[in-house]
């Protein structure tokens, strides 16, 4: 995506070029109006389209490194907290970006309260089985250990 971006902003750069030299010869006589006319047009359009293009390719690449940084800090965070045996507000700030409490529903006698954690980088998902949590900590020791052999 990077490379396109860069060889679209030196068209829009050479379609200023080209712009500036057919309205020399249409100055100079060497080129018609009507052509003149027809081809800053169709440069016109092309630098448009080419700068719009530009735009949203920048605003991708920012929003994938974005939520390359996000996952990083995610996962150097649940790097450092794997043998963690309790929860500690250092833990809290670093993995939970936000808790959402709701009003009260009452359902069959009793008050339920939903809360919903929202994530660092993950946003927020359905709380895995104690299995799910168990294999992953285990996939994860796994790949440490690989790591540093």
Do not use: C
């Amino acid at each position: 995506m990077r490379v396109k971006t860069e060889s679209a902003k030196q068209r829009i750069s050479d379609l200023d070029k080209l712009f500036s030299r057919i309205y020399e010869d249409n100055i100079l006589g060497k080129l018609s109006d009507e052509r003149y006319s027809r081809m800053a047009n169709e440069y016109e359009a092309e630098q448009k389209r080419l700068i719009s293009e530009v735009e949203e390719n920048e605003k991708s690449l920012i929003e994938l490194q974005k939520q390359t940084v996000d996952m990083k800090m995610l996962y150097q965070g649940l790097m450092e907290f794997t043998e963690m045996k309790q929860l500690t507000p250092t833990v809290v700030n670093k993995l939970i970006e936000r808790i959402e409490i709701h009003n009260n529903e009452k359902k069959h006698s009793h008050n339920n309260v939903k809360v919903d954690i929202y994530f660092t980088a993950v946003g927020l998902f359905d709380i895995p089985t104690e299995q799910q949590l168990i294999d992953t900590m285990e996939r994860v020791k796994q790949k440490n250990a690989e790591k540093s052999a």
